[in-house]
Structures are given as structure tokens and as C-alpha cells.
């Protein structure tokens, strides 16, 4: 009964299920407290106090239509404390007309892709990269591209992307802190490809969005912190949530913000509002919407992360493996 691409997309991500299966036999093998789990991000720290008391806060309001249906884009003043935090963290003014709020960074991908490609656009991705990447994509239309980074730094290779561009080329997906090598891209990195990419859309005479995908920015260890991307290029896209971030990945609680300087960025935003709704997402949470503006300025105990990657990083390399140490994502 299921379409031929479904079938086809489950064959090739099998090997998730695989690594689900083989980590279920180990532990049974060997005992739950000798094997760990690396296949998928769920934070296992608690989300930070105040997340919990601004939810039985807003659990508590008796306030009517709390619950309803609001906005496709979100709670206007939930919107405006995105909109002011994310001016302060970027130095760059944003409104909160460039907000929209998501169902997590999942949510958000699929609405910005959805709104941008048509059929057999491309999407650039950078090697490795978060596998659902090339499904989301897929969902919409698009062609995946697959760009390596570098071998040892994992840094982007802006020439390498230049050539990977043509006219077909509609967004480039980038993710700083990077999972799953934990690295985060550096400002001349992402300098030399913004000049890249605009000679590109010059030769093009078109738009090329880079969407930034940043569920790890504030998951940074020994004081690193990942480039703003709107101050570097014009054309981009934020994704965001407060899956890592406030360890809420079950709640999906997120959201879209679009850099002030696109042109025409009206349409843009009716677009973005206007696939948050078609895809049947409707609106993010209510609930975890509302405990947000309590809860931008925290975040779950990084320092908890950071133990894990020097035992992990230290330990590896007295093993004599040859690794990166991995300066931000968890
Ligand atoms: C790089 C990356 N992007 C997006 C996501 C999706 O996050 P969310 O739970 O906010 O949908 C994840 C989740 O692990 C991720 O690692």
C-alpha cells in the first residue's frame, strides 16, 4: 500500500533501526550501565529550573483560550523576546515579523524548504551531516548535493562549494555547531564562502539561501562561540529550538528567523507562515511557547557535556585514534 519513495527512503534508513537493534542486544548482553547510546541527540540532562517553573506557571493561568489556536507564525510577545534576544546574540536588528515559531529545528527545516524549493531545485550539504537532512529535502521536491568538508578540520571548502553551485542551486544547508563532528565553522570559512556564493548568484542573476541550522549554538565548550551568520551572508535563514538547548526535544519547541536584509522579505515570511500551516503543523505548542520568554536567557548544564567530551577526547587519543576535539554540540 505505501508509495514506492517511502519504501525506498525506509531502505535507506535502516541503519538507524539497525543501530537501535544492535544497541538494544549489547545492553542486554552486557548490562544498560556498560553501553551508551550515541545514535540519536536526546539529552539526558534535565531541562534548567526555571523551565519548570515557567511551565506550571502557564499551566496554572487561568486565563481563557490559552490553549486555542493563535497565529500560524506564533504568540506576537513571544515573537518580540525571540526577535530582542536574537538581536543582542547576533548584533544584527531583528523584528519580530522575521520570527516564526516551529514544531523544533525539524519543523523549521521542512517549512523553509517547502517555501523555497520547486521541484529538482537543488540543496547543498555538507559532509557529514545530520541524516535527515536529505528526507526533508526529498519531502520537498528537492535534489540533495553532497559537498565534503575537509578530512581532518571538517571545516566547509568554499571552493569545493563554488563548484558544487549551479543554476538549479537554491539553498545551501550549514550547521555550526556542527553535528555530528561537534566542530563549529570558522568566520574566515564562512567569509571566503559568502564571497563564493555571491559571485554565484551574480553569474546566476539568482538567490542562493543559506539556512543555518543551529540547535547546538548555545552547547559551546572552553568560551568558543559559532559566527552569527547575518552579519556574513545576506541571503540566510536561521533555524532554531530548544531541543538541546533547554533539553525539550520531546516538547518541539522551536523557530524560523529570516535575516532583516532579504529582499522582499514580506513574501517571504507570508511563505514560511503559510507552510507552517499547510504542513498540517498548524502552529508550534502553545504551552512551550509561552514558557519561553522566562526561559532564553538559560540553559541546561553544559559543563555536564563538556566532562563527557574531555573524558571521551582524552581518552581516545590515549588509545592513539587521531580526532578533533570537538568545540561545541553534544
Ligand atoms: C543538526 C540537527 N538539526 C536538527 C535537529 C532536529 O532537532 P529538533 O528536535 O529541534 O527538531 C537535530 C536533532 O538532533 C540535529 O542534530
Do not use: W
Not at 550539504?125 to 548535493?145: A, Q, R, T, W
Request: aromatic residues 8%.
Amino acid at each position: 500500500m505505501i508509495s514506492s519513495k517511502i519504501k525506498d527512503n525506509l531502505s535507506k534508513s535502516s541503519f538507524i533501526r539497525a543501530m537501535f537493534e544492535e544497541g538494544a542486544k549489547l545492553r542486554k548482553q552486557y548490562g544498560a550501565d556498560k553501553v551508551f547510546d550515541f545514535s540519536i541527540g536526546n539529552p539526558d540532562i534535565e531541562p534548567p529550573v526555571i523551565v519548570k517553573e515557567a511551565l506550571i506557571k502557564a499551566v496554572m493561568d487561568e486565563r481563557p483560550k490559552l490553549h486555542g489556536y493563535m497565529s500560524n507564525a506564533g504568540f506576537a510577545d513571544v515573537r518580540a523576546s525571540i526577535a530582542a534576544r536574537l538581536s543582542k546574540d547576533t548584533g544584527s536588528t531583528v523584528s519580530p515579523e522575521n520570527i516564526v515559531m516551529t514544531c523544533g529545528a525539524g519543523g523549521a527545516l521542512n517549512v523553509v524548504l517547502k517555501t523555497l524549493l520547486n521541484p529538482g531545485d537543488e540543496v547543498i550539504v555538507l559532509s557529514p551531516y545530520f541524516v535527515e537532512y536529505l528526507f526533508y529535502i526529498d519531502n520537498h521536491g528537492g535534489k540533495s548535493v553532497i559537498v565534503e568538508t575537509d578530512h581532518t578540520t571538517f571545516q566547509p571548502d568554499p571552493e569545493k562549494v563554488y563548484k558544487a553551485v549551479n543554476e538549479k542551486t537554491k539553498a545551501i544547508i550549514i550547521n555550526s555547531p556542527h553535528n555530528p563532528t561537534g566542530v563549529i565553522y570558522s568566520r574566515a570559512v564562512l567569509e571566503k564562502m559568502a564571497e563564493k556564493l555571491a559571485a554565484r548568484e551574480k553569474e546566476f542573476g539568482a538567490s542562493i539561501c543559506v539556512i543555518s541550522d543551529e540547535p547546538y549554538s548555545k552547547i559551546v565548550y572552553d568560551g568558543a562561540q559559532a559566527t552569527p551568520v547575518f552579519e556574513i551572508f545576506k541571503n540566510s535563514i536561521i533555524v532554531d529550538s530548544f531541543s538541546k538547548s533547554l533539553s525539550l526535544p520531546g516538547e518541539r519547541i522551536g523557530y524560523i528567523a529570516a535575516n532583516p536584509a532579504i529582499e522582499n522579505i514580506q513574501l517571504l515570511m507570508d511563505g514560511l507562515i503559510f507552510a507552517n500551516r499547510t504542513l498540517g503543523f498548524v502552529n508550534a505548542p502553545a504551552l512551550f511557547q509561552r514558557i519561553l520568554p522566562e526561559s532564553l536567557g538559560a540553559v541546561v548544564e553544559v559543563e555536564q557535556y563538556k566532562r563527557r567530551r574531555d573524558m571521551l577526547y582524552d581518552n581516545l587519543i590515549k588509545f592513539g585514534y587521531e580526532c578533533i576535539k570537538p568545540e561545541g554540540a553534544c
